[in-house]
Nanobody, 121 residues
Framework: QVQLVESGGGLAQAGGSLRLSCAAS????????MGWFRQAPGKEREFVSS????????PYADSVKGRFTISRDNAKNTVYLQMSSLKPEDTAVYYC??????????????WGQGTRVTVSS
């Protein structure tokens, strides 16, 4: 079992930045691919980014490429999502997930409770 707890969400203005954190406990953190997903009101949950256990591989959704950066600190059992140049369309609940490679929710086994990000124009 892996327990995931997100933090860092909140209100930001368009063009601003936020950093999300996800603290993991339980099974060995470094064994897992870690990912971030988001779900906007009335929409399906969508893939944002993921990161390999070593941090070398970091795919991103086209909608966030160049603006968001995923990273992880295996010593702290934490994965981060640095969000810059935020847009109102980034408004969503952001979820941290642990599992394997893929961009589908089904590819990940463990989920956090989510943290809300609201971007005002």
């Amino acid at each position: 079992q892996v327990q995931l707890v997100e933090s860092g969400g909140g209100l930001a203005q368009a063009g601003g930045s936020l950093r999300l954190s996800c603290a993991a406990s339980g099974r060995t953190f470094r064994d897992y691919i870690m990912g971030w997903f988001r779900q906007a009101p009335g929409k399906e949950r969508e893939f944002v980014s993921s990161i390999s256990s070593t941090g070398v591989r970091r795919p991103y959704a086209d909608s966030v490429k160049g603006r968001f950066t995923i990273s992880r600190d295996n010593a702290k059992n934490t994965v981060y999502l640095q969000m810059s140049s935020l847009k109102p369309e980034d408004t969503a609940v952001y979820y941290c997930a642990a599992g394997g490679w893929g961009t589908s929710s089904n590819d990940f086994d463990y989920w956090g409770q989510g943290t809300r990000v609201t971007v005002s124009s």
